[in-house]
């Protein structure tokens, strides 16, 4: 086994296991954690370890480095069992199995890691945590997760309560990407204090576009309704449509509830206004941002939101709820906040902003994310958390 490089250097090698990435299926899955990690990269030597289930091939470890980032991804095949039970406990088998073979390749490929850092529990917080238990090797958790916030892990029984109180009581820093998730992990009682690291707002190097049509109104979202709540920005463009024939909604993004709202759409009288582009890459969704007037973000919850960002860096006006991360945005110069499910509320804004949209000025708005969103803000922020997590240097 070769001895680390990191021994020898000053810059730690930091292995990231996250429990999201980006992949051929949902381009969008953890793209966030992926420009996170990139960020880190620049100042940080990074090995990425995915651990991924496949229900149609066969286990397997390899190196596939992508996105200037060193990746080793271990794969396993997933349970069908009709068994909920027996298949969990299948799966959680083989992905140990597919997690053991990936450390393995790790430690050929690239030498023992410095410290590992964990985005979303709960199976990669499991691996961290036996690292550190077999091989002394401190582990870092960074979280994103809305579970935290709505409700839904306050719904799961007291055995996972108590795994993952140990986990985050065994982690030598705890991150989140806003006050408002951080503050939600310690009412949980998961931790008795938490960094901040935001996520990177992509867009910033762009040329900034132009204000773009008045009454050109955007959506990019997962459609998963009872979470974004985007039935409810049809709901309001119905309303704010009735003296105002210019406005029009781009709905981006795919999901359990897209023919629902098509069929919402019909209903409401504006079909004709509303159009559904389906998922797209990241690119493709700033440069039809660059066309749109204003952003509107009507979900029921968000830990951070980065949708609200990429608006506010082309220069858009954002219309947000007021769900968590996007009052960190958003102010009376850039945009609105409105309560979570007033589509009154937003109905009446999307009026506003289609009247005055010329009181925006999108260089202004710019500046408001510019220097804490940035990857080297992002990035220095997780390299100032890791120096901090590293175990002190043995003395000579």
């Not at 938490?194 to 959506?219: E, K, Q, T, W």
Request: aromatic share 6%.
């Amino acid at each position: 086994m070769p001895s680390s490089p990191s021994a020898a250097a000053e810059t730690p090698h930091v292995l990231v296991l996250p429990k999201w990435w980006p992949n051929a299926r949902d381009p969008q899955l953890g793209d966030f954690i992926r420009k996170q990690v990139q960020a880190t990269a620049r100042f940080t030597r990074i090995t990425i370890m995915l651990i991924k289930g496949d229900p149609e091939h066969p286990p397997g470890v390899a190196r596939a480095d992508a996105d200037d980032l060193i990746v080793i991804r271990s794969r396993y095949r997933t349970s069908q069992s009709p068994v909920k039970p027996l298949r969990k406990l299948v799966n959680l088998l083989r992905y140990w199995k597919a997690a053991m073979a990936g450390w393995r390749m790790v430690l050929q490929e690239r030498g023992k890691p410095d410290l590992v850092h964990v985005h979303i529990l709960v199976r990669p917080a499991l691996v961290a945590h036996w690292i550190k238990r077999k091989y002394g090797i401190p582990y870092i958790l960074s979280e994103q997760s809305s579970e935290y916030l709505d409700g839904t892990y306050r719904r799961k029984g007291p055995l996972f309560h108590a795994l993952n109180r140990r986990l985050f009581s065994d982690a030598d820093a705890v991150t989140a990407v806003s006050g408002w998730l951080g503050d939600g992990l310690k009412d949980l009682g998961l931790c008795t204090e938490y960094g901040i690291v935001p996520n990177v707002i992509p867009g910033l190097d762009r040329p900034l576009p132009s204000r773009g049509p008045a009454g050109h109104f955007m959506v990019v979202a997962d459609l998963v309704d009872r979470t974004k709540n985007v039935s409810g920005v049809i709901r309001a463009l119905a309303m704010a449509a009735r003296g105002h024939d210019k406005l029009r909604l781009t709905v981006i993004g795919d999901g359990p509830d897209r023919g629902y709202l098509e069929e919402l759409a019909t209903t409401e009288g504006v079909a004709q206004r509303v159009k559904f582009l389906g998922r797209l890459p990241n690119a493709q969704v700033l440069d039809h941002m660059a066309h749109a007037s204003a952003v509107i973000i009507n979900s029921n919850v968000e830990t951070f939101s980065v949708v609200t960002g990429e608006a506010l860096a082309q220069g858009k006006p954002v219309i947000a709820t007021r769900c968590g991360g996007p009052q960190g945005f958003v102010t009376d110069t850039n945009g609105f906040l409105i309560d979570v499910g007033d589509t009154k509320a937003l109905a009446a804004a999307m009026v506003h902003l289609a009247d005055k949209s010329a009181m925006y000025d999108p260089t202004m708005i710019r500046a408001s994310v510019n220097e804490r969103f940035s990857p080297e803000a992002v990035g220095r922020a997780f390299k100032r958390i890791h120096q901090r997590s590293l175990p002190p240097p043995a003395s000579a």
